[in-house]
């Protein structure tokens, strides 16, 4: 899915569970956290020009899509960031070390990843969520395609339309 709807779905999730709006802002960010450590530094160093300057390879790779050679370096990361095995092992870590109740807005980042399984086919990032135990994948559903595509925008645009215009608008009394 594309990276805007996941932090729109995280924070859908986040205020449906009636958290506060800052919880659900830091949802709504670790809800696009594995795609910005995925894909984000190399948007970034190939906008600024900075991977040239630190000899960073942004043409070097082994997949090619059409012109766009994709970097070895962001499937090591995207294997990384869209594992549901690390995601868990890095909540049990932060809730070890906080000792108290579960940071709660990380699990935008497990929502991401679960989010991603279906909505990826086999030809375009699959996703690895049991990396590095196996590298099983599911041949899901594009998200690419355009009635998909269409079907998710629409629908995410509809309720945040009822939130802000419906939802906390006070019922009149009928006598």
């Known amino acids: 899915m594309d990276i805007f709807s996941h932090g729109l ?3 859908l999730a986040f205020r449906a569970g009636k958290q506060t709006k800052r919880l659900a802002l830091l949802g709504a960010f670790f809800g696009v956290v594995p ?3 995925s894909f984000g530094l190399d948007f970034l160093f190939s906008w600024t020009g900075l991977g040239k300057l630190l000899g960073i390879p942004l043409i070097s790779g082994s997949w090619k899509l059409g012109t766009v050679i994709i970097p070895n370096y962001i499937f090591a990361s ?10 868990l092992a890095i909540f049990l870590i932060v809730w070890l070390l906080r ?3 579960f940071f709660w ?12 399984i279906p909505t990826h086919s086999a030809q375009f990032f699959p996703t690895p969520f049991l990396w590095p135990i196996s590298d099983y994948t599911v041949n899901g559903i594009s998200w690419g395609m355009p009635t ?9 645009i509809s309720i945040y339309i009822w939130l802000v215009f419906f939802k906390d608008r006070p019922r009149s009394k009928v006598n």
């Open 148 to 156: 998909f595509l269409l079907t998710n925008w629409v629908i995410l």
């Open 105 to 116: 807005p990380l699990a935008g980042w497990g929502l991401h990843i679960i989010i991603d």
């Open 9 to 11: 779905w995280a924070n």
């Open 35 to 37: 795609d910005l450590f």
């Open 78 to 87: 995207y294997n990384i960031t869209h594992s549901l095995i690390v995601f």
């Open 99 to 101: 000792r108290q109740i």
